[in-house]
């Protein structure tokens, strides 16, 4: 189906763990975006990606990783997972050519650190 | 960075009611002012946008209005109604990364 998905949708990990969020878009946008979300915080920006193997840190990039091989996949990982970290993800993609700036959200990954 | 500050936090209209949420921004280089919807357990999706050589734009029951002298923007819903309830987010682009600043959110709930 087209659109942006993500995986898993609930995740519950222990602390020092690491765990990959997946995302993939069937678009083919140049941008992508991490957002995490917390009460009272609204989208706070992650990682985002401008291209394939072109990545920037957002807001709060500290304790992730990033890639993007292909322009589809965009997998965010916490290397050392932290109950600071227990949030929902949020995958976006956006095109920009045009002007419009719209940002497609997945359904989001709750993640719980314990 | 770009910095923006969204009002109030959480709203409780009637049914029928107003609901009127505000955005304001710092960077004047932008030029495109979306709201965004989420309801429970979903992503954000776009609700409206609006360019700045535009004062109001209207689609149904939603309207944004948009102050460039004041750096401002609103989100009015008309008529609200309960299936409006949801969590609404004002966004300002940073056009030379393609990327967004978030306002926090509002809550609205509409009472039936």
């Known amino acids: 189906d087209a659109g942006i998905t993500q995986s898993p949708r609930y995740k519950i990990t222990e602390t020092g763990r690491q765990v990959t969020l997946m995302c993939h878009q069937t678009w083919s946008h140049s941008y992508m975006f991490w957002y995490r979300q917390d009460l009272g915080h609204g989208l706070r920006l992650i990682y985002y990606?401008?291209?394939?193997?072109?990545?920037d840190k957002g807001e709060v990039p500290d304790g992730y990783v990033v890639s993007r091989s292909k322009t589809e996949n965009f997998p965010l990982t916490l290397e050392s997972a932290t109950r600071s970290q227990t949030s929902v993800y949020f995958c976006?993609?956006?095109?920009?050519?045009?002007?419009?700036?719209?940002?497609?959200f997945g359904p989001g990954t709750r993640l719980t650190v314990t | 960075q770009q910095q923006v500050k969204q009002s109030p936090q959480s709203l409780i209209v009637q049914k029928g009611g107003i609901s009127i949420i505000n955005c304001a921004y710092e960077n004047t280089a932008f030029d495109y002012f979306p709201w965004y919807q989420q309801f429970p357990g979903k992503g954000p999706a776009l609700l409206i946008a609006?360019?700045?050589?535009?004062s109001e734009k209207k689609e149904g029951r939603f309207t944004i209005s948009f102050n460039k002298s004041a750096k401002q923007f609103s989100l009015h819903i008309m008529d609200s109604q309960p299936g409006d309830s949801a969590t609404y987010f004002c966004a300002a682009p940073n056009t030379n990364a393609g990327k967004s600043t978030f306002g926090d959110g509002t809550t609205l709930t509409v009472k039936p």
């Open positions: 976006a993609s956006s095109e920009t050519r045009g002007g419009s700036y719209e940002q497609y």
């Open positions: 609006i360019r700045p050589d535009v």
């Open positions: 990606s401008a291209a394939a193997d072109i990545t």
